[in-house]
């Protein structure tokens, strides 16, 4: 059984959050570059603007957290990938609609992270996150097998059932007292999924339990326990089902997207989070203007809010 606990409990936690291997390098990067993989078009109405895109929410969300952005393509070479992961500083896998073991999104997302669990364990460290689509596409990779079931939870802003591990976790120790709180009884995250990660399934998985630690559950439509956020016990992996970026970046009236102070200071705080880690990462480039041609700022997105739930989104 997971242990839940209230957020009063924040401040007996954090003096023993526990430390990655200190082998992992201490230095920091200033001019971090987190990659960010693109997804191919499916809906009709977006495929006359290109083959691939990344909306612009998830640009400026790494972005606000004090990093650049590459966009990595997911229909080129396994060498081409090899040369970007030892230049980028951290990868986002994005949410959206693909086969988890079939598509160029899971090949690319396997490459990366089979370069970045080599690199960890050498010292070399590298994040990766994932959100809704990534964080599923983290646990494909890590069973070896897709165990999503119908979890639904379409269009919905919620809190999170927090487990006692949260409270200890990279991803949280250091968030206000208040926020914490805040997270547990306020609809602070926004879902929008059909498939998850039952609590049964990964607490049955040895792949996963061994891997991954629960930092929170929510309950589906149907009223199925999923597992909602994950971060890695020995590596800087981590997972949301939810969209923090959605707080800050995202409009659409007929979505239910939180606004609230504690959403945008949640959106906030993860950003600051998740680009730090990537500060970790001594990746760079070795000549700037290879960097300056490859950085996102020489696409520009096109408006789609007339057509899409995504404000602005980049093609490619």
């Not at 495929?47 to 997911?74: D, F, H, L, W």
């Amino acid at each position: 059984m997971l242990n839940y606990l209230s957020a009063f409990t924040w401040l007996l936690f954090v003096s023993h959050v526990p430390a990655l291997p200190t082998r992992f390098n201490k230095h920091t990067n200033e001019r971090p570059v987190i990659g960010i993989l693109t997804q191919i078009v499916t809906d009709e109405v977006m495929k006359p603007y290109g083959n691939t895109y990344i909306p612009a929410g998830y640009v400026k969300y790494i972005e606000s957290g004090g990093s650049r952005v590459m966009a990595i393509r997911v229909d080129d070479h396994e060498k081409y990938y090899e040369d970007v992961f030892q230049k980028i500083n951290g990868l986002l896998l994005i949410g959206g609609a693909a086969d988890l073991e079939t598509s160029d999104f899971a090949r690319v997302a396997k490459i990366f992270f089979n370069l970045a669990l080599k690199a960890n364990d050498a010292g070399d460290y590298f994040p990766i996150w994932g959100t809704c689509m990534g964080m599923q596409q983290l646990s494909v990779l890590v069973a070896g097998e897709n165990l999503l079931t119908n979890t639904p939870a379409e269009n919905e802003a919620r809190p999170l059932n927090l487990t006692a591990e949260a409270y200890q976790s990279r991803m949280f120790w250091d968030f206000p007292s208040a926020l914490m709180e805040a997270l547990t009884q306020e609809p602070l995250t926004a879902n929008f999924h059909h498939y998850g990660l039952t609590l049964e399934t990964f607490q049955e998985n040895k792949y996963l339990n061994n891997f991954f630690t629960i930092l929170s559950t929510n309950i589906a439509d149907n009223g199925a326990v999923f597992v909602s956020t994950i971060e890695a016990k020995k590596y800087p992996f981590y997972g949301v089902q939810w969209h923090p970026e959605v707080n800050r970046f995202s409009w659409d009236r007929t979505k239910t997207f939180p606004h609230s102070y504690h959403a945008v200071q949640l959106s906030t705080l993860l950003a600051q989070f998740f680009v730090n880690e990537g500060r970790r990462s001594l990746h760079h480039f070795e000549d700037p203007r290879e960097e300056d041609k490859v950085l996102i700022y020489n696409h520009t997105p096109l408006y789609t809010g007339n057509f899409t739930a995504y404000e602005q989104v980049y093609f490619f």
